[in-house]
């Protein structure tokens, strides 16, 4: 007479908390998800295509609205792949500035994920916080570029300009409080019993499933794998800095947690190091007016906010376009592993899966 | 002094009106107030320019007005350039929150039960608003009717509408209908996201039932009584000095049970934003959605006045029965006078509470409530239950 | 040709245009157009649209051309008759619909409606032949346009009559075929009875014809050919993408044309060291050239008693003051490229490093076994599958498509680049078994290249919508994209679109606000 019978929902393409136009696919037993699908492609533009018919300057500017919420870190990796598909060599200056303002976007990368994740999972207040920190160091991106957002910060060689007088200062006055900001994030979080039993033990991923998914960035590290590009393959100015890679082992929502606020922390360190030790010179390597590639292909990663983006790119003999460009996104693939986070377990837990995961939906669609 | 049929029901209506008018106003400055206690604990401001959206922005601000609007409104942004009352500038808001929603287009979606659909909120308002008529907001009249005063002249007017004697039991019986407007509604809405809220709410609440109504027996059980009035005075003046920390114990315990039977953070999963969209009222819109709005924060009053009046003294000025140890002063004594605005205060601090902890702490997990529910609270209040008949059997 | 019947629709908005044309049928009163009763059998006046009595005999074709035109000058297009003989039946409503709805919708500012779907390159061979053996007469086998006529969906917008005006007339509401040209002499938009053009006029004015039609932005001007159009009309693109397995209509919209690419670029150690040998050559033969010159000249210069030439310097590259420096691809040194080889043999096509990366190209029936060997193998070691993606090369011989692999070994901090060049349709195995991270990558490539993969759990679309037309990564797939961008409008100069679209609105009773011109 009774029975039972699964449910099929859809979590998104328009809620609240799938950050985008995530559309997740639910079959639910009652509130256990029995099958997870990721339905993606809903913010497709084309990006890859569409380089194609720009320049390597003009390309640059489509990096910034992959992920919108790093475009800095975007725009640093499409500059370093271009340098390296030519043989750019760029001056340390401009190294040094450009690792300053990523690890500067890095924080605002981590604040919003920190604001938003807690907002999924019902703690309003740190999003508001995360945000006033976030404003200062929108406004140091304001102030070198112009843009807060879609910042296009970088020239393939170097820069356009020197920081604008003030800059520094500017960086330093968010320096000096930044750490307390922190320390205020964790004494609302970090030992909250509800955020505990809400993380703790959520969205299990292992370093083996991790890797063998593809997921990297602070969901790696998270599970025990201390994998990062700005030590494994060291770019820009990060041979020269002093940080630590935080890792943990529990591979669960909570760890990834931890992870990114000590990772906040290593880059508070990171930028200091770069505002004490700027060097003079230059910031633009001396080029031709017109780039022409010979053939060359050319894969390049950097550690994005939320893990490895890899631009790949196919130079064409005297063209000025890229005759292929591919972007290893890192949210595109570290979306993979959501089923594997969520199956068998509660619908509240889809969510913190996909706060946890950090995906930003102009990047996994391009 | 007897009355007549007539005065009776000319008195009754009189009581009910004003009852109706004092939850009904309470409800959307509560709304402000979650508006400006929350923006004030999140750095930021809150509502500040609805005095200006509302009556004319140039009006306000210049300050020439000569009409009435105008000048209420340039008042009100005088006042806001306080820093201590810069809320008056977004006072009004709560005006055209109401505005807005009586407004809104009444959208019953394609599928639903439209009967049921129309109906449940009715029944989770009406039910909300029905208890109050078991609260009583001071033990006897708030004023007496001059003589002139056509039909009802010289009577006294009760701050409570009736005085039953389960009072208790009328209030848990008629709140814990309530839960069937958020059910229905959210099975006739026909859709995914509000079953799933609905089926939350209904377990959650009946859930909660039982450790609320079992903490409420404590102070039943104290003072022998059903009655709001009796029970209000005698948790206040007359419990036995053991009682206290008992009465302590059980106001935690019933708090907690009623921020899951109000679906507050951080038991709101039955609305639960990020999971559920909006959980049970999803569908709903303009009226009907602003009936289940009043129903919950009708609901969030009650069970603050609840609590002021079984844990926190009533309409008397300490909690705890500590009220008892001044009650040595003489009933004379200022202080040993019941008030209706020992209540109100009690009642306003409560539902600042509400906002308070709304603004701080993260949402728990369904499987996480029930746990909470039935392993501790449960078993806790059996044990408060224990203790609380041991300790009227030796007074 | 005699039309038997005439009705008024419901929707008649009262506007006289109808009775100015046929006095004789129409009777505009207060409320509605009636069809006057002394023209009818049954002598009655009203809308006739219940009872649809015939027109009076002797009517039938005298005012034949007079209710023609009365129709097609309604407004509303509620006048409707009934033709017989060997006419087609039911004219005429919806071209003056659509061009109105066109017109309409630019001045309250909407969004120009997509065109109607377009019909076949006009100039295919296939009506060429039915057009000849449809013209006996054409004595001439010269090239000549047979028949032209105007589709639904003009937009009144002059273009065809500027380029073409011995042909084209464009009248308030539409773009006629002009009497003059056609063998029957009538002017219409020849859409129904597709009338033949006179010969020597299509002869003549074929070059102005195919500029209207080409110019026309909503490419509603059609024409068949008969005999071959001269070279210059015939786009490239179009005979290379009617063979693939999709098919872009790239007549309709000039400006969706690709340029395909002429060279593949494949990076690769081999070809970068032929050419720098070439150039080298190219070079030392350059120079041994100019000496033997000089030794001629010098030899001549002596024996004429002048003075000896200057001795040519040789040419030292140019140095370019930049911090610019290519990357040249060397030969493979690193042991990991060097292990591959030996584990593999034959099967390593070629590896070298170039730009500090280690790119080894496999044969695509062994890149399965290959990326087992990089996972597996105790020396590579390679643990996690970074990227996967696909190049097109359509200029390429012997191969279309190059798919590349980026693995990492996270262990010993390395990167490996494999590559496998195929072909258009090969399938290739699913890296998903050996590297489960190739899931989406390889639903991407599929997506967006159209490679197959074979065992593959779940091979289907992923960025696109299931039933997407194409593989957008494809060269030859435009960069523009469907729908709105194909329809290049024109300028509106002399404001004609705007300028019926306000009086019709007006006659409708809208009351439209001109939009300012930008």
């Known amino acids: 007479m009774f029975k039972t019978e699964e449910m099929e929902i859809n979590l998104g393409p328009q809620h609240p908390s799938t950050h985008g136009v995530l559309r997740v696919k639910l079959r639910l037993d009652g509130e256990t998800v029995v099958k997870c699908t990721p339905i993606i492609g809903y913010l497709h533009r084309g990006v890859e295509k569409i380089c194609e018919d720009k320049t390597y300057f003009q390309g640059q500017v489509w990096t910034d609205r992959m992920d919108y919420v790093a475009s800095v870190s975007n725009n640093l990796g499409w500059a370093e792949g271009v340098e390296k598909l030519f043989g750019i060599t760029v001056p340390r200056r401009a190294h040094y500035i450009r690792t300053m303002l990523t690890e500067l976007n890095r924080l605002s990368s981590h604040l919003l994920w920190l604001g938003t994740h807690a907002l999924d999972i019902g703690a309003m207040t740190v999003f508001l916080y995360a945000f006033r920190e976030r404003e200062q160091i929108l406004d140091c991106f304001e102030a070198f570029c112009g843009a807060r957002l879609t910042t296009t910060a970088f020239r393939i060689g170097g820069l356009r300009e020197d920081l604008p007088p003030g800059f520094i200062k500017q960086v330093q006055a968010f320096q000096d409080r930044f750490l307390d900001c922190l320390d205020e994030y964790e004494t609302l979080l970090t030992e909250n019993r509800i955020w505990k039993k809400r993380t703790v033990g959520v969205a299990l991923l292992n370093a083996d499933d991790a890797i063998a998914l593809g997921v990297t960035g602070p969901v790696l590290r998270a599970a025990g794998n201390p994998y990062d590009i700005r030590k494994a393959f060291p770019y820009a100015a990060y041979a020269e800095m002093q940080f630590d890679v935080p890792t943990r082992t529990a591979g669960d929502t909570y760890a990834r947690y931890q992870v990114r606020l000590e990772e906040m922390r290593q880059s508070h360190r990171i930028i200091q190091q770069c505002v004490d030790g700027l060097p003079e010179g230059p910031v633009m390597a001396k080029l031709p007016k017109v780039l022409k590639s010979e053939v060359n292909e050319v894969y390049h990663a950097i550690e994005a906010p939320k893990g490895e983006l890899g631009y790949y790119f196919v130079g064409e003999k005297g063209s000025q376009n890229p005759y292929r460009m591919h972007v290893r996104a890192p949210s595109f693939v570290n979306l993979q592993a959501l089923p594997k986070m969520t199956e068998g377990k509660l619908l509240a837990d889809v969510i913190a899966a996909i706060g946890t995961l950090d995906v930003v939906l102009g990047e996994v669609d391009r | ?55 004319g922005a140039q009006a ?101 509408l009736t005085d039953i004697n389960v009072g208790l039991l009328f209030i848990l019986g008629i709140s814990s209908v309530g839960v069937y407007g958020i059910v229905l509604g959210a099975w006739a809405s026909n859709s995914k996201y509000p079953l799933l809220g609905g089926l939350r709410s209904a377990a959650q609440i009946i859930s909660y039932e039982v450790p609320l109504t079992l903490s409420l027996l404590v102070p039943v059980i104290l003072t022998g009584s059903l009655n709001f009035n009796e029970m209000a005075r005698r948790t206040a003046t007359e419990v036995h000095w053991l009682a206290i920390p008992l009465l302590f114990v059980g106001f935690f315990i019933y708090t907690t049970c009623a921020f899951a039977e109000t679906n507050r953070v951080p038991f709101d999963l039955a609305e639960a934003e990020t999971e559920l969209v909006s959980g049970f009222h999803t569908e709903y819109t303009g009226m009907k959605f602003s009936f289940y709005f009043l129903a919950e924060y009708a609901n969030m009053i009650l069970v603050s006045a609840l609590a002021a009046g079984f844990f926190l003294g009533g309409h008397y000025l300490l909690p705890f029965g500590f009220q008892t140890f001044l009650m040595k002063a003489g009933e004379t004594a200022w202080f040993n006078q019941p008030s209706i605005l020992f209540f109100l205060g009690k009642v306003l601090f ?25 392993k501790y609270l449960i078993p806790y209040t059996l044990v408060l239950i224990f203790v609380a008949a041991l300790i009227r059997y030796i007074a | 040709m005699a039309i038997t019947k005439v009705w008024i629709e419901e929707g008649c908005i009262v506007c006289n245009a109808c009775e100015a044309e046929c006095p004789d049928v129409f009777l505009v009163t207060a409320d509605s157009c009636h069809i006057k009763a002394d023209s009818r059998v049954d002598g009655k006046q009203d809308e006739n649209l219940v009872a649809k009595s015939e027109l009076k005999a002797d009517l039938h074709r005298s005012l034949e051309d007079a209710i023609v035109a009365a129709a097609a000058g309604c407004p509303v297009n509620v006048i409707k008759y009934e033709q017989v003989a060997n006419a087609a039946e039911a004219p005429a409503a919806p071209p003056v619909d659509a061009e109105i709805d066109a017109a309409l919708g630019k001045a309250l500012g909407a969004p120009e409606p997509a065109p109607s779907a377009a019909p076949a390159p006009a100039a295919a061979p296939a009506p060429a032949v039915v057009a000849a053996a449809q013209a006996p007469e054409a004595a001439t086998d010269k090239p000549r346009i047979t028949k032209v006529w105007i589709e639904e969906g003009c937009i009144v917008c002059n273009a065809c009559e500027a380029d073409s005006p011995e042909v084209f007339r464009v009248t308030e509401t539409t773009c006629m075929i002009k009497p003059g040209v056609r063998l029957d002499g009538k002017e219409t938009e020849n859409r129904q009875e597709k009338n033949g053009l006179k010969p020597e006029d299509g002869e003549r004015l074929m070059d102005s014809i195919i500029a209207a039609a080409k110019g026309c932005p909503v490419n509603v001007i059609k024409y068949d050919v008969f005999g071959n159009v001269p070279a210059a009309e015939e786009a490239p693109a179009a005979a290379a993408a009617d063979s693939g397995p999709y098919v872009y209509d790239y007549k309709a919209a000039p400006n969706r044309q690709v340029a395909m690419p002429k060279t593949a670029p494949l990076a690769s150690f081999h070809a970068y060291e032929a050419e720098q040998k070439a150039l080298a050559e190219a070079d030392e033969a350059k120079w041994q050239k100019q000496l033997a010159d000089f030794e001629t000249a010098k030899a001549k210069a002596a024996a004429e008693g002048k003075d000896a030439p200057k001795p040519p310097v040789r040419a030292v590259p140019r140095k370019d003051d930049n911090d610019l420096k290519f990357p040249a691809p060397t030969d493979a040194k690193d042991p990991d490229l060097l292990r591959l080889h030996a584990l593999l043999g034959d099967k390593v096509s070629q590896s070298f490093e170039q730009a500090g990366e280690l790119t080894c190209q496999v044969h695509p029936d062994c890149i399965l076994e290959t990326l087992m060997l990089c996972r597996g193998d105790h020396e590579l070691n390679y643990e996690m599958l970074a990227d996967q993606t696909a190049t097109h090369y359509p200029a390429a011989e012997g191969f279309d498509f190059s798919i590349v692999y980026h693995l990492t070994s996270i262990a010993r ?89 306000m009086e019709k609105a007006g006659q409708m009773g809208i009351n439209l606000v001109v939009p300012k011109a930008d």
């Open chain 3, 413 to 501: 901090r390395k990167r490996l680049r494999l590559r496998v060049l195929v072909k258009e349709g090969q399938v290739v195995d699913s890296a998903t078994q050996v590297y489960p991270s190739a899931n989406w990558m390889e639903r991407e490539i599929w997506d967006m290249l159209g490679i197959r993969f074979e065992n593959h759990p779940d091979l289907t679309r992923i960025l696109c919508p299931e039933g997407w037309e194409g593989f957008p990564l494809r060269k030859e797939y435009p960069t523009l994209g469907w729908g709105q961008r194909d329809i290049d409008f024109r300028e509106d100069r002399a404001g004609v679109v705007m300028r019926m679209a």
């Open chain 2, 60 to 160: 306000g601000r210049t300050h020439k007005s000569r009409t009435l609007t105008g000048g209420l409104n340039g008042l009100m942004w005088y006042l806001g350039r306080v820093p201590m009352l810069s809320i008056f500038r977004g006072l009004p808001v709560f005006i055209a929150d109401a505005v807005k929603l009586l407004t809104k287009e009444d959208i019953v979606p394609e599928g639903a039960d439209k009967a049921v659909f129309i109906l449940s909120p009715a029944i989770s308002v009406i039910s909300a608003f029905t208890v109050f008529s078991a609260v009583a907001f001071a033990p006897g009249a708030l004023f007496t009717f001059p003589a002139w005063f056509p039909i009802v002249g010289g009577l006294p007017f009760n701050a409570f």
């Open chain 2, 1 to 55: 002094m007897p009355m007549t049929l007539t005065q009776l029901v000319v008195m009754a209506l009189l009581q009910i009106v004003l009852l109706l008018a004092f939850v009904m106003m309470l409800v959307p400055l509560i709304t402000f107030a979650e508006r400006k206690v929350i923006a004030y604990v999140q750095v930021r401001l809150g509502a500040t320019r609805t005095a200006g959206g509302l009556w």
């Open chain 2, 350 to 374: 409560l539902l600042f509470v509400f906002i308070w902890v709304r603004a701080t702490l993260p949402r728990y997990r369904y499987d996480q409530l029930m746990h909470v529910g039935w």
